[in-house]
Each structure stands twice: as structure tokens, then as C-alpha cells.
């Protein structure tokens, strides 16, 4: 029995020893074996690989894939003309030299993000000092986040090679600081209050022109129609007066006792009215010699 339980142990303590001298390495990592602290060799290829069992060598892990860097204070620059901006920028970057990369920046990749983003940060700073605002916001972008990315990729490829790729360097956002939005927002609300008010005086002034010459064309239609009238009620007096002369030439006797009844009808318009005239006065001449002569004397003489 006590032999049984000797061998499984024996069993159990040699699986253990040959499990501590494998590993695997994942296609997205990379595989650092270290020999007593020092980097020993750097497995890139995929699979199980065989080390001499701890504490004579361990095994590190550090990922190859394509990382991304995300901008995380919100420090403002300083552009060509003084202005105080807030950028949100990113990289995308990867690890190709494990052995470097151990040596000259850390571990793993949270040391390498670290210093990537304040070299980074500094390469915006210098490149920023040199741009307006209007670089920045305009198609010189391009050439702004080139420029960044060249001087990234001499940071890191200097005397000391981090042993990283910088792939791409991108700007997401460019804004004021809130302080400077807040007061430009202000002047384009005044800007385009102006704009507004601008058009609506504008419109005023076109409402009062339309409305200036509609008034002049109503009024000369209304002169034009009132010289037309007055042409046609002159014409139409003209041609009464001529209907009357003519009418009056052949009975004169006729023509007084009309006028007459006119001049009685004028007189006598209301109940109330109320003449004192002359009994011998020519006014009523015709009421007279229509009671002294009778209805004869009234009467028209036929011809």
C-alpha cells in the first residue's frame, strides 16, 4: 500500500514538473522566457514550447496586436495666436520588438501607453504652437496629425528603440476651453442676431417700398378715373345743356315755367321752410298767371 501510494506521488510530482517546463503561446501574444531575471529568448510563433521548470526560467506574456491610445487629460494648448484649446486625439500602435520594448519602456503595455502618451501629448503641444485655429479646423489637419505622427516615430526609434510600430495618430475633437466656448457662443449668437435683424430692416425697407409704390399706382389709378369721369360727367353736361337749349329755344315760354318749378322745388324742399318775399316779386310769376289765365296760361303753346 505503501508502495502504491509512493508511486502516484512519484506520478503526480513528475506531472507537475514536466507541466511547469510548458507553456503555450497564443497567436496574439508574444512569449518572453526569463533565466534567472534576464531576458532568455522570445517565443513569436504560436504553440507549446518547453522551458527548464521555475525558478531556473518563467514566462512572460506580451500582446502583438494592433493597441489603441485614447487621449485622457483634457490640458489645453496653446495655438499661433494664443488661443486655449482642448484636443481629443488617438493612436493606434503595437509592440514588434518584445526584447527592446522589456529593456527601454516596461513590462507590459500599460508602461508603453504610458510614456506613448506624453510623447505624444508633447509632439501636439509643439505642433499646435505653430498652427491657428483655423489649421486645426480646416483641411491642414492632415498635415497636422502627419507631423505628430513623424515626430512619435523618431521618439520612439531613437538612441534607445522602444521597440513599438506607431501606425496612425488621429484627432477627434478640437474645441475651446469652456471659458472661450461660452464666450464665443455669445458672439455668434450676437453675429447672427445681427444677421437677423440686418434682414429684417431689409425686408422693412423692400415692405415699404412695395408698399410706397402700390400707394402711387392707387393713386394715379384714381386720378386717371377721376379724369376719366370728370371727361365723361363734362361730356354728358355738355350734352344736357345742348338737349336743354334746344329744347328751351323752341318754346321759351316752356323753358321759364320749368325753371320756375325747379326754383319752387329748391325752395319748398321741407315742411318748415318758411319765405317772405315781395308779392310783387317775378318768383312767382308762374303760380300768378296760372290763376289769372288758368290752366292755358300754364300750358306750353303748341306750334
Known amino acids: 500500500m505503501n508502495r502504491v501510494g509512493f508511486i502516484v506521488s512519484s506520478l503526480l510530482v513528475a506531472l507537475a514538473l514536466l507541466s511547469s517546463t510548458l507553456f503555450v503561446v497564443d497567436q496574439r501574444q508574444f512569449g518572453v522566457v526569463y533565466a534567472l531575471g534576464q531576458i532568455k529568448d522570445v517565443v513569436t ?164 417700398k412695395i408698399r410706397a409704390d402700390a400707394d402711387r399706382q392707387r393713386e394715379v389709378t384714381i386720378a386717371n378715373a377721376y379724369r376719366d369721369a370728370q371727361k365723361i360727367k363734362g361730356e354728358g353736361d355738355a350734352q344736357a345743356a345742348r338737349n336743354y337749349a334746344e329744347s328751351f329755344g323752341r318754346d321759351p315760354q316752356f323753358a321759364q315755367f320749368y325753371r320756375s318749378l325747379d326754383a319752387y322745388k329748391a325752395s319748398f324742399s321741407k315742411k318748415s321752410d318758411v319765405m317772405v318775399l315781395d308779392p310783387s316779386s317775378d318768383f312767382f310769376k308762374a303760380m300768378r298767371s296760372s290763376g289769372a289765365s288758368g290752366s292755358s296760361a300754364v300750358a306750353p303753346a303748341k306750334k
Open 45 to 208: 510563433e504560436p504553440g507549446l514550447h518547453v522551458k527548464l521548470p521555475p525558478p531556473f526560467q518563467n514566462v512572460s506574456y506580451i500582446d502583438k496586436r494592433l493597441l489603441v491610445l485614447d487621449s485622457v487629460d483634457a490640458e489645453p494648448m496653446l495655438t499661433a495666436e494664443k488661443q486655449r484649446v482642448v484636443i481629443d486625439w488617438y493612436v493606434r500602435w503595437r509592440v514588434t520588438q518584445p526584447t527592446d520594448y522589456i529593456r527601454n519602456v516596461g513590462l507590459d503595455e500599460k508602461a508603453g501607453a504610458n510614456q506613448l502618451s506624453r510623447v505624444v501629448r508633447n509632439a501636439f503641444q509643439e505642433e499646435i504652437n505653430k498652427r491657428t485655429v483655423k489649421d486645426l479646423l480646416s483641411l491642414k489637419r492632415e498635415d497636422l496629425m502627419a507631423d505628430v505622427k513623424r515626430e512619435v516615430q523618431q521618439a520612439v526609434q531613437g538612441a534607445q528603440p522602444w521597440g513599438v510600430d506607431v501606425v496612425d495618430v488621429r484627432i477627434t475633437r478640437v474645441d475651446y476651453v469652456e471659458a472661450i466656448t461660452d464666450s464665443v457662443y455669445k458672439r455668434m449668437v450676437a453675429e447672427r442676431q445681427r444677421v437677423a435683424n440686418e434682414l429684417r430692416s431689409t425686408g422693412a425697407a423692400e415692405g415699404e
